[in-house]
């Protein structure tokens, strides 16, 4: 079991930065998969960026505005998130899966953080 807490959300105004973290407690040993995933209201949760194990794959959604990393010594992942934009405003949630392959759906994580709130305005 793996638990998944995120925090760094916030409001901003567009062309700010923000930068969230993701710590996760319980079974950290081993191998895992960690990603983050947004969810504005009254769409489906999609998947934002993806960081193997080592740090030495990762996946973007998009290209150039985010930068997903990982502190293992920590047991956390980061998502730097600059140039924001109002179609940015979303819940933001962390997820984690055992195993050293990338996961681009939300489908392919056992483990979810309660998520945080990240609003930007115009």
């Known amino acids: 079991q793996m638990y998944l807490v995120e925090s760094g959300g916030g409001l901003v105004q567009a062309g700010d930065s923000l930068r969230l973290s993701c710590a996760a407690s319980?079974?950290?040993?081993?191998?895992?998969?960690m990603a983050w995933f947004r969810q504005a209201p009254g769409k489906e949760r999609e998947s934002v960026a993806a960081?193997?194990?080592?740090?030495?794959g990762t996946y973007y959604s998009e290209q150039g505005r985010f930068t997903i990393s990982r502190d293992n010594a920590k047991n956390t992942v980061y998502l730097r998130m600059n140039s924001l934009k109002p179609e940015d405003t979303a819940v933001h949630y962390c997820?984690?899966?055992?195993?050293?392959?990338?996961?681009?759906?939300?489908?392919?994580?056992?483990?979810w953080g309660q998520g945080t709130q990240v609003t930007v305005s115009s």
């Open positions: 997820a984690a899966r055992y195993g050293s392959t990338l996961g681009l759906r939300a489908g392919a994580y056992d483990y």
């Open positions: 319980g079974r950290t040993s081993g191998t895992y998969t």
């Open positions: 960081i193997t194990s080592s740090g030495g």
